[in-house]
């Protein structure tokens, strides 16, 4: 499958970060058109179109809008999802910080079509460029009078995974911890200050110009009938060609990593697939052929996730990988709920302690005990994601576990690409010696 | 209102029906099933979900466990908890094991031990052995994070309650989380005390053993203890505690939530002031004075004979001064012992009451659910009757227009002024408290004549008529109303001449005016638990006795009758014992026991008529004209012969300080922090300064016991 | 008077509720105090009102406040999945070698805080390294002395 052409339409031409660019391109002749559409025309076309968001959990975006209550005479909001911090994931960033004004563009729409005046951005903190540049094309497209009555804020984050989660999202922009709610109720309901809110990932509202532009019935044909359109694949790790990749979803993962990132280099041997960013169950080499759509990589056993290939070769100690992976969903656990909190901690505490070679077998299964009792249990999912890869790699990868409690050691003595990986630093220590 | 609709739901095979949206937790109460909760207290506000102890099989929902607490009842639901479904029993039995991981097994040495939700759950089924061998999470020993309340980390479960209260009940904003995940802990900033006025209630809500009582720590164990139910005499609002006692002594004071009044909270002043009881200068014989400052111990009817001798000796000039802290049965039996034993009509209430409210009576917790609510007069709502300032955040909080007419607002002792603009046609204001369903108006301050002037405001605003609308006036003692009411009819008078002083309680002994009749007075007998403050000018001491060791009524501001009881013996015979005693010596028959007949926890009593007219006060003319800062004296909620005999409390005291507007600081070229000189009359005191932005220009606050030096309402400030 | 809250005031406008300024404000706190000390929670406490301690637990929710005084500059190097399986390891290796420290500490003149940190998001451009928030892509350990020796430069 070739690569497609939708979200980065024309960045390769362009700088498209110009608001001239961008309207040279037929920019915000979409938003011009769906000016002149009823919120209930728009959100029709968003459910024709069958657009799934692109943050993770493939939610139908349509679906999500037609749940907000616009009768109530109660302000409604759209908050757009930008904190990507999902290890082995970085498309958000390209849509910022090549095609800005698409972005823009799809939140004016997505914003008429709930009837909302207030769009809020929530980019993570350590995008500093991206910001600049976002908050450049807003300021820009905003001058231009394009907004109407519309306000677009971009807000930054300050470095916490946790608020990828939609309503820790919510929390932390309303200037709190950034700790998720309970669900229901839900954010259509009761969302940023307690009023209906939409929340989507960058890439689904940068697809709605796209829609409006092609027609929902057009754009619906593109890709498979029940997850369609394009998404930006980033793909990382063991590749010779790593970077972002917008193609058509259902394009399989053999022609991801091999047409186009150009396989494993060094001769190595591809060893495991991360389809969906760390947060997910990895995949194996005889699995290549699934193509990259939400229902696919889910009955192969994994999820669609980020879109975010992270491809490791045969070098790497899945221990070790497992190890660095539970560590950070436990740097990242936000500390609200038990399970996450303290079952992330043992998570690594076991793990620290059969890599060194200290363990018994009885610890192999403590650990997977100590992984069913989080799974499920937590308060939103960023417990199960902390599970999935370990528990994952231990049934995939049974015997290198086993190696490290029989022998004593890391069966890759030393030579795992990945050995004296390091934790990150604790927060806040870093001082200043007296 | 209409009745709730009701749904049908099963829980564990038992189906019944509850309102639609009752929380699952007491459904399932309701049909006699208990969901084990940490995180869950719905007086914090809504569920979080943190803890996961409730996790119950739910259908319809997602395959997997469900938090109850955070679900409400909709018709077909069906729960299963641990009783019937492996699922939630795993969910629980994984959640209580991750709690424990990290939690010290120091439960014999824990206080909370035989109190401890946590301990219950884990005895009941928890993991025998545990799994963990790593080392647990370490933090610094228990730290004190005020005087009052030490906090232990390592047992800490991170179930968020405290901080809750904290940031959504009390407000005050100063218990928090710091970090992030499993280094998440609970702190105050920069380890500064937790200095608020209802940081004791975290005690009470930690379901461990983190947060305790430094006063209680290592006291007592629970299966030595009794709780006696009773009620808070140190203000008006009169919440219901019970006072926990060991061998005879009171240990400390916990709530005994009474949803009207108090639900569930209590005040530092009411929770940790119980220890005035044990203070140093208590007095527990009769005293006579001999010499200036000595005073020596009379044998009780030594004692008897010699007020009887003053009395007698008085011919009827005899004067009572009352505390408004008196059980309204003590009040009457010195009422009779005056009137008929003595022949005398004269008494000196400790402030002013009236009726002209009960027709616009309503429990506290209509504040919490009214729609707008004024406060006017000069004081703190919180130095007053602290649970109302709970009530009025909480009203806050769902969506009540809450306007405060004080001086941040207004020219001090102005309020007067406020009742007539509001009950004028023209008062936008006035217009909202009218239309509202349910508004309610209080009286925070001095100048209120005893709620007559809120009452007129009720009046005029249609209030009698409606009955979710209604006004409190704050009053200044805990039993004003009932300490007048037992008097009976007639007005105060005074006679020409005191012949006797008979000074009933504390507070009385420790008011000015009191102090300046007694200058008059042949003879003065005061019946006080503390010796010091009268060492200088009473001739008799007879002991006196505390709230916790009395039977009797208390009426609270609502105008609701509550019962005390005796919680511990006192150190000397009670106060009605022996004015019977007193009684009997001079004809009159006075019963020396009460058991008042109230429930446990007293309801309401009803609406008086409303008055057809009620004629308007007569305009008071300002007391304090001339001077050019009007002083605002406010009595401290952190005052009072009891707090000030708690080493424990002296931090919550306020600074010895004068709050200037900013306008007024800057004409007299004062700044925040110095030290200034407040005069009046010729008197002087020195403060220092504090700048309060809010602070309208003209007025100065002060606390009463910093300002006590100084004659007069109008103040200068120099430096 | 204060300029300070007065930033901050205008930034919570933009707001239908000013708490929403909490994060941006205490970014604009650090930045005038280098890192984050009481009087800062004070000020923006202030500014907002609200209590130093709940500017404090917001705070220290968030990886990118500094609780703690930092160095004049800031290297932070990615070390999850993505740039570990190409090297993570050896660049943080060098810059230890380089600065004489170790990841979480300051160089001794107070110059530089070295932080091996969490997924930065430019895993398809390993190893990622920020330098002042600044973004170097595939840095390898060869890059690392230049990158020292800028910095220093720099002061
Ligand atoms: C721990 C956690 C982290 C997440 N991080 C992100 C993220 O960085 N970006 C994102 O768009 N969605 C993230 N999500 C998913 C969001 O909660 C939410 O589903 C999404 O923003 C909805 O947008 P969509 O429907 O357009 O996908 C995360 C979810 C969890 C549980
Ligand atoms: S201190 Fe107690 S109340 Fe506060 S979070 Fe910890 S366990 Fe809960
Ligand atoms: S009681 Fe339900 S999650 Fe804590």
Known sequence: MPAADILLKGADERDLTKLVEYRAIGGYSSWEKARGMT??????????????????????????????????????????????????????????????????????????????????????????????????AVEEARAAGLFGEIDIVVHRGAGAYICGEETALLDSLEGRRGQPRPRPPFPPVQGLYGMPTQINNVSTIASVPSIIELGAAEWAKIGPEKSPGTAIFSISGNVERPGNYELVLGTTMRELIYDFAGGVPNGRQLKAIIPGGSSVPALTPDQLDVPLDY?????????????SLIVVDDRCCMVQLALRAAKFYMHESCGKCTPCREGTRWQVQLLEKIEAGDAELRDLELLGSVGSGILGKSLCALGDFAVYPVQSYMQKWPDEFRAHVERR????????????????????????PA | ????????????????????????????????????????????????????????????????????????????????????????????????????????????????????????????????????????RTFEKPIPISPTIALDRERCILCYRCTRFSESVAEDGQLVALNRGAQSMIATFEDEAYRAPFSGNVIELCPVGALTSTQYRFEARPWE??????????????????????????????????????????????RFAFSHLYASDRVTDPLSKVGKRRFEELEWEEALDEVERLARAAQGRVLLALSGTETCEQAAGLARLVREGFGSEAVVFPEETSATLDPFRLPLSAIGHAQVVVVLGDDRVVDRAPIVDLWLRAARRAGAEIVTLGPEERPAGSAPETVRELAAEGSELGKRLRDAERAVVIWSGPGGRGGALVAELAHALGFAGKPGSGAFYLPSTPNARGVREAWGEGEPRRPDRIGLLLVSGDEAAADPRVRELAGQADAVVAITMFADPVREWVDVVLPG???????????????????????????????????????????????????????????????????????????????????????????????????????????????????????DAEIRGLTGGETVTVSSNGSSVQLRARVNRKLVAGAVRAAEEHVRGLAGGAVEVTR | MSTFAEEVREIAARYPDSLSAMLPALRLAQERHGWLPPEAFREVADALGLTP???????????????????????????????????????????????????????????????????????????????????????????????????????
């Open chain 3, 53 to 155: 301690a709940y500017c404090q637990a917001v705070a220290s929710f968030y990886d990118m406040y500094h609780l703690a005084p930092v160095g004049r500059h800031m290297v932070e190097v990615c070390t999850n999945l993505s740039c570990a399986l190409v090297g993570a390891q050896r660049v943080v290796e060098a810059f230890e070698q380089e600065l004489g420290v170790r990841a979480g500490e300051t160089t001794e003149d107070g110059a530089i805080t070295f932080r091996a940190v969490e997924c930065l998001g430019g895993c398809g451009y390993a190893t990622v390294v920020s330098i002042d928030e600044r973004y170097r892509q595939n840095v390898g350990p060869d890059d690392v002395a230049a990158i020292v020796e800028e910095l220093r430069a720099r002061g």
């Open chain 1, 39 to 136: 919120p209930e025309q728009l959100i029709e076309d968003f459910m024709t179109s069958n657009l799934r968001g692109r943050g993770g959990a493939g939610f139908p975006m349509g679906r999500k809008a037609s749940l907000i209550d616009r009768a109530s005479g109660r302000p409604t909001y759209l908050v757009v999802n930008a904190d990507e911090s999902e290890p082995g994931a970085f498309k958000d960033r390209e849509v910022m910080a090549r095609v800005p004004h698409r972005l823009i563009e799809g939140c004016l729409i997505s914003a008429h079509a709930i009837e909302s005046r207030h769009v809020f951005i929530y980019i993570r903190g350590e995008y500093l460029a991206e910001f600049e540049i976002l908050a450049g």
């Open chain 2, 545 to 663: 006795t505390s709230y916790l060791e009395r039977e009797g009524t208390y009426v609270n501001l609502e105008g609701r009758p509550q019962r005390l009881r005796r919680s511990v013996i006192p150190p000397a015979p009670d106060e009605l014992a022996w004015i019977a005693k007193l009684g009997e010596r001079f004809g009159v028959e006075i019963d020396p026991w009460v058991s008042p007949p109230l429930e446990e926890h007293a309801p309401l009593p009803e609406r008086a008529a409303a008055p057809e007219r009620v004629a308007p006060t007569a305009p008071t003319p300002p007391t304090a004209k001339g001077g050019p800062l009007r002083l605002v004296r406010y009595r401290p909620l952190f005052s009072g012969p009891a707090v000030e005999r708690i080493p424990e409390l002296q931090f919550q005291r306020p600074e010895a300080e004068i709050e200037l507007s900013p306008q």
């Open chain 1, 295 to 307: 229902d696919s990589v889910q009955a192969a056993g994994s999820f669609f996730g980020s879109a």
């Open chain 2, 225 to 270: 203890i009794q709780d006696v139910p009773t009620v808070c005499g140190l203000c008006p609002v009169g919440c219901n505690v019970a006072a926990t006692t060991r061998e005879g002594k009171v240990k400390r004071i916990i709530s005994r939530n009474h949803p009207e009044v108090d639900q569930g909270w209590l005040c530092d002043k009411g």
């Open chain 1, 409 to 432: 050691a890391c069966p890759f003595g030393g030579n795992s690409s990945i050995e004296g990986i390091l934790a990150p630093s604790d927060q806040h220590t870093a001082t200043v």
């Open chain 2, 1 to 136: 209102m209409s009745s709730p609709e009701l749904v049908t739901i099963t829980i564990d095979g038992i189906q019944l029906q509850v309102p639609k949206g009752l929380g699952l937790v007491e459904a399932a109460a309701y049909a006699g099933i208990e969901i084990p909760v940490f995180c869950y207290e719905p007086r914090l506000g809504p569920p979080v979900g943190a803890c996961r102890m409730c996790l119950c099989e739910v259908a319809p929902g997602p395959p997997k466990p469900q938090a109850a607490c955070t679900l409400t009842a909709a018709d077909g639901m069906e729960v299963k908890t641990a009783a019937t479904s492996a699922m939630a029993a795993e969910a629980q039995n994984a959640t209580l094991e991750f709690i424990l991981v990290n939690h010290p097994l120091d439960c014999p040495v824990c206080d909370k031990g035989g109190e401890c939700p946590l301990q219950d759950l884990t005895f009941r089924w928890g993991p025998a052995n545990t799994r963990m061998e790593f080392p647990k």
